[in-house]
Structures are given as structure tokens and as C-alpha cells.
């Protein structure tokens, strides 16, 4: 079945430290999307892509960083530079920018 | 900037009882627009979209929604609640061409609680 992987589920950061959060499509899709979901804030967008080599800063972008070297991955890293990243992490794709977003089932990022 | 507002942050029903969130946007020309659920520790799952044609949209689960231009909503209607409805639902507002942005633009999402 196609469908957008994510991983892991639950993610540890120490002070000091960068990660990287997974997120892998088979659906072929061009557009790949990063949100971050805290509580009563909905979903803000970290940074999207609409092709491979090539992505653009959405409304939070400060202390992520991403890549898009392969069509169906869109690796999101959390740098020590974000100093509240504590929060419910959602990757999603789409054909392009108007279609409807297909999401991962997230992943949940906490501070040690 | 296109924005949209879901004022409604927390609404109880009882199942059975019929439901409508609400849902307002701001965008210049027509939108596309969204509705999506989330079930707690979830990815979003699309509900219905609305891109043109018949203002009355049917999605999934027995929801619609209907465009409405003159008051720049979107609200979705389900007529008859299960308890399997309670969920975080987000309205969305497609890429804004003007701008350069294309991505999609959430709202703050509504959490509704269903009562037995």
C-alpha cells in the first residue's frame, strides 16, 4: 500500500544535540511537507519542497533544517539552535501545492 | 496572507445530535479548501475538499461541508454524531499563488468530545 512513513515514533534530545526525523513516500508524490503540532496551535509549517533539490522555509523555520536529495524522502533535522523543540512532528505529500496532503502518523519529539 | 479561523476550540455533543464546525477564510480569489481529522497520536486524515463546482462538498464518514463565498466559510455538517467521531478537525485553505506560498494553510483545529 502507498503511503508516507515516518520514524521514529518517539525521538529523545539531549541539550547540545542535533536530530534528524525520518520521512519517507511511495506514492510519488513531487511536494513533500514538515509541521510542527503543539498543543491549541494546530499545525505550522517548518519547510516544504515542491521538487527534488529544491525546498522553501515555511512560517517557523528558525533551528530546522532539511534536504531533498530523493524524490520520496524529506529527512528533517532539529538543530541545537531550536530551543524549544519539544512537540508533535507531522510529515505529509501531495502531488502539488493545492492537492489534498497525504500525512505520516508523526513523530513525537521530547528533551532529555 | 491567506489566514483561516476555526473559532470553536473545544465542542461537546451528544451522539446522535447533529454537528456543524465552523470554519472562515481569508484568500483573494476562490480557495481550495480543506477538512481533515486527527485522532489522538495520529497523522490528519482527509475528510472532503472543495475546489469548485457544486458549493456542497460530501466526504467521508457521512461529513459535508458547504462553501459559502458571501461569508468567506466553510463549515462541516455531519447530521448524526457517532461516539467514533471524537477528534481534533482542521480546516485548510489550499496554496495561495499571489504570495509564492504552496503549501496549505491550517486553522487551529476544533476538538470535539462526544457524549454517550
Known amino acids: 500500500d502507498g503511503g508516507i512513513t515516518q520514524s521514529p515514533k518517539y525521538l529523545f534530545r539531549k541539550e547540545g544535540q542535533n536530530v534528524t526525523l525520518s520521512c519517507e513516500q511511495n506514492l510519488n508524490h513531487d511536494a513533500m511537507y514538515w509541521y510542527r503540532q503543539d498543543p491549541g496551535q494546530g499545525l505550522r509549517l517548518i519547510y516544504y519542497?515542491?521538487?527534488?533539490?529544491?525546498?522553501q522555509k515555511g512560517d517557523i523555520a528558525e533551528g530546522y533544517s532539511v534536504s531533498r536529495e530523493k524524490k520520496e524522502s524529506f529527512p528533517l533535522t532539529v538543530t541545537s539552535a531550536q530551543k524549544n523543540p519539544t512537540a508533535f512532528y507531522l510529515c505529509a505529500s501531495s502531488r502539488d501545492g493545492n492537492q489534498p496532503q497525504h500525512f505520516g502518523d508523526g513523530t513525537r519529539l521530547s528533551i532529555l | 496572507a491567506q489566514s483561516v479561523t476555526q473559532p470553536d476550540i473545544h465542542i461537546t455533543v451528544s451522539e446522535g445530535a447533529s454537528l456543524e464546525l465552523r470554519c472562515n477564510y481569508s484568500?483573494?480569489?476562490?480557495?481550495?479548501l480543506f477538512w481533515y481529522v486527527q485522532s489522538p497520536g495520529q497523522g490528519l486524515q482527509l475528510l472532503l475538499k472543495?475546489?469548485?463546482?457544486?458549493?456542497l462538498v460530501q466526504g467521508i464518514k457521512g461529513f459535508e461541508a458547504e462553501f459559502k463565498r458571501s461569508q468567506s466559510s466553510f463549515n462541516l455538517r455531519k447530521p448524526s454524531v457517532h461516539w467514533s467521531d471524537a477528534a481534533e478537525y482542521f480546516c485548510?485553505?489550499?496554496?495561495?499563488?499571489?504570495?509564492?506560498?504552496?503549501?496549505?494553510?491550517f486553522g487551529s483545529g476544533t476538538r470535539l468530545q462526544v457524549q454517550p
Open positions: 485548510a485553505v489550499g496554496a495561495q499563488k499571489d504570495t509564492g506560498r504552496r503549501a496549505l494553510t
Open positions: 519542497s515542491q521538487i527534488v533539490n529544491d525546498f
Open positions: 472543495y475546489f469548485s463546482g457544486d458549493t
Open positions: 484568500y483573494g480569489a476562490t480557495p481550495y
